[in-house]
């Protein structure tokens, strides 16, 4: 028997007023794990906290929206520290739609959903698995995205139940790696490698975050970090490496006041760096699909 799950949207008890009913069913009625309207949906995620997931998250999405022109939805599914409501300067909470659907909140040309705008700020979230599961699914389905080209995923950091069930629960178009050079990072980066693997999600690339810093005064770079680390351990395992991002000041004045560095610097380096990164993916986004038996269709 075919199971799907019915999620609805309605105002009561809650985070901030907002619910999440969820239904079972079966048969004809099966729905498809695909969110209506949208295209592809991308996971950027990393094997740990602290290599700038979310900065990557926020800056490719951006680039997506600006540079590539197409329409672009940011979910921030990092539901214990949700940052992207600071990183691109998201205020007040979601509307709900006539259908009992959130409205995501519009800013740089990317439509955003985050817990971070549904709490109380700096409210602490303490929920067990299924509370968060329950959330997740709501941000998800629950949300009125409209027709979508790209829908970026900033996924929670590590390999644990939450990052499982957002594979297992979205038609996942691919995963793109976030990783640091050095090893201690790398050695994460291949246990996100490995998860996606086995809920048979395809990895559109590594990407080095950063590389090297770059100097305000001599523009010369150094290798905090080491150097190369990234693109050799996508040699190493068969994967594309789609870039490397300097670490440069602009890059956190753009992320602490909700200006994303490809729009206050457009023409800098990394913000050219990113917008090669979004091409890249789309280029990835197309060979996957024109493998019609690669990712089959799938519905609960």
């Not at 998250?57 to 940052?83: F, I, R």
């Not at 829908?151 to 297992?168: F, K, N, R, Y």
Request: proline share 5%; with cysteine; hydrophobic share 40%.
């Amino acid at each position: 028997m075919t199971r799907f799950f019915n999620t609805t949207v309605k105002k009561v008890g809650g985070f901030r007023g907002y619910a999440v009913s969820t239904e079972i069913g079966s048969g004809s009625n099966a729905q498809t794990l695909k969110i209506q309207g949208v295209k592809d949906i991308i996971a950027v995620a990393s094997g740990k906290g602290g290599v700038g997931k979310s900065t990557t998250a926020v800056n490719l999405a951006v680039s997506l929206a600006n540079k590539c022109q197409l329409n672009v939805g940011l979910l921030d599914a990092d539901v214990y520290g949700p940052s992207i409501p600071m990183m691109m300067k998201l205020h007040g909470k979601p509307e709900v739609s006539k259908g009992n659907k959130m409205i995501p909140i519009e800013n740089h040309g990317v439509k955003c959903i985050s817990m971070g705008s549904l709490v109380e700020k700096d409210a602490p979230i303490v929920w067990r698995g299924p509370m968060v599961m329950k959330a997740l699914e709501q941000m998800t389905r629950g949300v009125e995205w409209g027709q979508l080209d790209i829908l970026v995923v900033d996924m929670p950091p590590g390999t644990g139940d939450a990052q499982i069930s957002m594979s297992q629960r979205l038609q996942l178009s691919g995963a793109l790696i976030v990783s640091t050079p050095q090893d201690v990072a790398l050695m994460d980066a291949r246990r996100g490698v490995k998860m996606f693997s086995k809920v048979s999600v395809p990895i559109l690339g590594i990407i080095e975050n950063m590389s090297y810093f770059k100097c305000p005064h001599c523009s010369k770079p150094s290798y905090i970090f080491g150097k190369g680390g990234a693109r050799k351990t996508a040699e190493e395992m068969g994967l594309g490496f789609v870039g490397e991002i300097p670490l440069e000041e602009e890059i956190r004045i753009g992320s602490d006041e909700g200006i994303p560095v490809v729009i206050s610097h457009p023409n800098s380096a990394v913000s050219e760096a990113f917008g090669d990164v979004a091409h890249k993916i789309i280029s990835r986004l197309h060979e996957l699909a024109g493998d019609q038996h690669f990712r089959p269709e799938i519905t609960l």
